[in-house]
Nanobody, 128 residues
Framework: QVQLVESGGGSVQAGGSLRLSCTAS????????MGWFRQAPGKEREGVGT???????VYADSVQGRFTISKDNTKNTLYLQMNTLKPEDSAMYYC??????????????????????WGQGTQVTVSS
C-alpha cells in the first residue's frame, strides 16, 4: 500500500524558513518522479516543483531561488526547503508521486495530472 505522509508545516513570519518532509512507503522510492504542490484557500492547486529519479529538479517561477527540493533515497523521504517565505506562500502543501511513469518528470510542476498518489498535506502559514 502506497503512502505519502507530509510533515514539517507550521506558522512562520515573513522572511523565515521551513523544511517540509514527505515520507514514502509501499514502493521503490528512488525510481519515480515526485513533486510538491500547494493550495491556498479559494485558489486552485499549483505546482511548486518536481524532482526526478536522478535528482534533477524543476521549480515554479514563483519559488525559484527560494525553495529547494531534495530527497534521501536511504530514508525514502522527499524534502522541501523553503527560505525567504512570503505571506503568499501560505497554503496546504502536498507531496505527490508519479508511480506510472519511468522516473522522469516530463511535465514539471505544471503537470499535476501526471501524479497518481498524493499525501494528505501539511499547512504552512506565513504572517507578515
Amino acid at each position: 500500500q502506497v503512502q505519502l505522509v507530509e510533515s514539517g508545516g507550521g506558522s512562520v513570519q515573513a522572511g523565515g524558513s521551513l523544511r517540509l518532509s514527505c515520507t514514502a512507503s509501499g514502493y521503490t522510492f528512488s525510481r519515480y518522479c515526485m513533486g510538491w504542490f500547494r493550495q491556498a484557500p479559494g485558489k486552485e492547486r499549483e505546482g511548486v516543483g518536481t524532482i526526478d529519479s536522478v535528482g534533477d529538479t524543476v521549480y515554479a517561477d514563483s519559488v525559484q531561488g527560494r525553495f529547494t527540493i531534495s530527497k534521501d533515497n536511504t530514508k525514502n523521504t522527499l524534502y522541501l526547503q523553503m527560505n525567504t517565505l512570503k505571506p503568499e506562500d501560505s497554503a496546504m502543501y502536498y507531496c505527490a508521486a508519479d508511480l506510472m511513469g519511468d522516473g522522469s518528470c516530463y511535465g514539471g510542476p505544471h503537470a499535476e495530472h501526471e501524479y497518481n498518489h498524493w499525501g494528505q498535506g501539511t499547512q504552512v502559514t506565513v504572517s507578515s
